[in-house]
């Protein structure tokens, strides 16, 4: 198996990405798995590809191990694109994932269904050993919820609504993969690997 870097560390967005990549022979781990340090990397970028390429790159020169980031986040039309690049950190830094989709709900209060309309997108940044950028973006549309429904995912997974009616939240792993932004993007990933390999 080939060993590959996720510059995150969020466990959820490693399950997601090794669930994509462990077919193709490729393991994933954090930095704090292979112990590197990654340090603070500050995501300066004003898009979600620039700060995917900017934690990509820092993972790629402090281990030289094929590194991959994500960065992705909810835009809603109503908030004129919020939180967007600020998704993670929209209701404070140490802000949980209840926090951060309840400000969300606060900031609509009053907001009719039909205009509600939001998309998630996620950005992935992939360097091989050889230095090689792979880099992929995939979406996805829906609704913002009038409150949060399930019990599964995490961040904004409880209050954003499928094309089915169910959040991301009340779909299964396999569901959610099939139709997620970041879903879209591993598979962009998968099928640029598999053409490389």
């Not at 340090?37 to 995501?43: M, Q, R, S, T, Y």
């Not at 209060?109 to 950028?133: H, M, Q, W, Y």
């Not at 913002?144 to 792993?173: C, H, M, N, W």
Request: net charge negative; glycine share 10%.
């Amino acid at each position: 198996m080939r060993k590959f870097l996720i510059a995150s560390n969020n466990p959820h967005k490693v399950q997601e990405i090794n669930r994509i990549l462990n077919p193709l022979g490729i393991n994933a781990f954090t930095a704090a798995d292979l112990g590197v340090d990654l340090g603070d990397v500050e995501e300066t970028g004003t898009t979600f590809a620039e700060n995917a390429e900017i934690k990509a790159t820092a993972a790629f020169e402090k281990s030289g191990i094929p590194s991959v980031a994500d960065d992705s986040g909810l835009m809603v039309d109503a908030l004129n694109g919020r939180p967007g690049v600020y998704s993670a950190r929209y209701a404070g830094e140490n802000a949980t994932d209840k926090d951060r989709y309840t400000k969300l709900l606060n900031e609509l209060k009053g907001v009719p269904d039909e205009n509600r309309t939001a998309r998630f997108v996620s950005s992935i940044c992939c360097i091989l050993e050889d230095g090689t950028k792979i880099k992929v973006e995939g979406t996805s549309e829906g609704k913002i919820a009038f409150e949060p429904k399930g019990e599964d995912g995490f961040g904004y997974d409880p209050v954003f609504i499928t094309s089915d009616g169910r959040t991301f939240a009340q779909l299964s792993s396999d569901e959610k993969d099939a139709i997620s932004h970041r879903g879209a993007s591993l598979k962009k990933l998968e099928k640029a690997l598999r053409g490389i390999k």
